[in-house]
């Protein structure tokens, strides 16, 4: 009898939480399915925060906002039924006060598909107030996200808010419009645009348990600067379209945890590399592997700031720390060789500095201290005058363009995340 009860009890619960499944916009208990069949959480799209200073070099071009919403777009690499949102005020001096949030599927621009907006809640209430220095976690929610798909998240704030943690290279529009629209399909008038992301770094979905994801940390290049925005040519999202091609493959996601200007050894844009690896890398859901291109500003930025000058070596104890940091947990762990930076000229390129890039990418392909190797300098180098980029894969000689990220994706050899 209490074994029959126990069945009876047992199969109420699974019902409940299939029939809570079907309400869209329902928060939805994320130990109700976690727990059940081989399902677990993976981040499916990310972008890493670093200090906005309005009005400075680089700082967000949207630099407060006030009883206002921002729209903004993110494309994700695997997709899922049931998903959550990451916020952070990290970098904030006073808390942040989100009065109101939806996740729905992108129509194109600033319009989403009628029918798909989804109110976020943060412990069963549509509103959360977050500390300065913390991050918040959404409920979970229901929403059918398609592989590869598009996501506007809408975030609305009431007061008046300086946005001191954003991400600077977005290369996806984000809309800022007056009042509460979080629902509204149509944003016709929006009162301003940006390529940046505010207080907006992640999406999770839930997945099956095989699921897991790759973090590609690095700099501008990873960042996906030279790139044509709105087009997801950066090499990250370039990797998960490849990898969605295939079948025994296409349960990775890729989560771009790049930040244009970082180094791995100094403070620039963003927490030196070595500083936010934790938080950027490995307490990622999922994660399961990284691939680390890091290195280039270390060199290019000495330059500038003579008195943070680098050696190779230095460069090279760096990547020691990240291989043991990852192995420490159980992750794989691949390194991507520096690519050519010579046509830029100086300050940023010296030939002192050329030789730290070819001191490190021999430690990189040669020392076996990495799980393996990505050969992206030799996807993109002139083979005639090896120090340069290869003219017709590059803006500037440091950045790749479109086709230049196409052929560092293509000199990926997905048989690295096979196992």
Same mark, same amino acid.
């Given at each position: 009898m209490k074994s029959t009860l126990l069945t009876l009890r047992r199969l109420s619960v699974m019902v409940v939480a299939t029939l809570a499944l079907t309400i869209a916009g329902l928060a939805i208990d994320p130990a109700a399915f976690a727990g059940q069949g081989?399902?677990?959480?993976?981040?499916?799209?990310?972008?890493?925060?670093?200090?906005?200073? %309005?009005?400075?070099?680089?700082? #967000?071009?949207?630099?407060? &906002?006030?009883?206002?919403?921002?729209?903004?777009?993110?494309?994700?690499?695997?997709?899922?039924? &049931?998903?959550?949102?990451?916020?952070?005020?990290?970098?904030? *001096?006073?808390?942040?006060?989100?009065?109101?949030?939806? &996740?729905?599927?992108?129509?194109?621009?600033?319009?989403?598909?009628?029918?798909?907006?989804?109110?976020?809640?943060?412990?069963?209430?549509?509103?959360?107030?977050?500390? #300065?220095?913390?991050?918040?976690?959404? *409920? %979970?929610?229901?929403?059918?996200?398609? #592989?590869?798909?598009?996501?506007?998240?809408?975030?609305?704030?009431?007061?008046?808010?300086?946005?001191?943690?954003?991400?600077?290279?977005?290369?996806?529009?984000?809309?800022?419009?007056?009042?509460?629209?979080?629902?509204?399909?149509?944003?016709?008038?929006?009162?301003?645009?940006?390529?940046?992301?505010?207080?907006?770094?992640? &999406?999770?979905?839930?997945?099956?348990?095989?699921?897991?994801?790759?973090?590609?940390?690095?700099?501008s290049i990873t960042d996906g600067v030279g790139s044509t925005a709105n087009t997801n040519g950066e090499w990250p999202s370039l990797l998960a379209a490849r990898l969605q091609g295939r079948h025994d493959l296409d349960h990775l996601a890729v989560l771009n945890e790049g930040i244009s200007g970082n180094r791995l050894l100094h403070q620039n844009a963003g927490p030196n590399a070595l500083n936010r690896y934790d938080r950027d890398v490995l307490r990622q859901p999922g994660v399961k592997y990284v691939v680390v291109l890091l290195g280039i500003n270390d060199i290019g930025f000495s330059g500038f700031f003579p008195t943070e000058a680098v050696t190779a070596d230095e460069i090279i104890a760096g990547h020691h720390q990240l291989i043991a940091r990852a192995h420490e947990l159980g992750l794989t762990i691949y390194g991507a060789t520096l690519t050519p930076f010579a046509g830029l000229g100086p300050p940023y390129y010296s030939d002192a500095g050329e030789v730290k890039r070819q001191a490190v990418n021999d430690w990189i392909r040669t020392s076996g201290e990495y799980d393996g190797v990505i050969d992206f300098e030799a996807a993109v180098r002139d083979d005639s005058d090896p120090p340069m980029f290869q003219p017709d894969l590059t803006v500037e000689f440091l950045h790749p363009n479109d086709a230049g990220y196409e052929a560092m994706v293509q000199a990926i050899d997905l048989m690295l995340f096979k196992h």
């Open positions: 081989n399902q677990h959480w993976v981040g499916t799209w990310a972008t890493s925060p670093l200090l906005g200073t %309005p009005g400075g070099f680089g700082g #967000p071009s949207i630099a407060e &906002v006030s009883n206002a919403t921002l729209r903004q777009i993110v494309h994700v690499s695997l997709g899922g039924e &049931v998903l959550r949102v990451r916020f952070s005020n990290e970098f904030g *001096d006073e808390p942040l006060v989100i009065g109101a949030a939806s &996740v729905a599927l992108s129509g194109g621009g600033a319009s989403i598909v009628p029918g798909t907006s989804t109110p976020l809640t943060f412990g069963g209430e549509s509103s959360i107030t977050v500390p #300065p220095g913390a991050p918040a976690l959404s *409920d %979970p929610v229901q929403l059918h996200v398609p #592989p590869l798909g598009d996501l506007a998240i809408s975030l609305y704030l009431p007061e008046q808010t300086p946005t001191m943690t954003f991400h600077s290279v977005g290369l996806h529009t984000t809309y800022l419009s007056s009042g509460n629209v979080t629902d509204d399909v149509d944003l016709p008038n929006p009162a301003a645009t940006s390529l940046n992301y505010y207080f907006l770094t992640g &999406v999770d979905v839930l997945a099956e348990k095989k699921a897991a994801a790759i973090v590609a940390f690095g700099n």
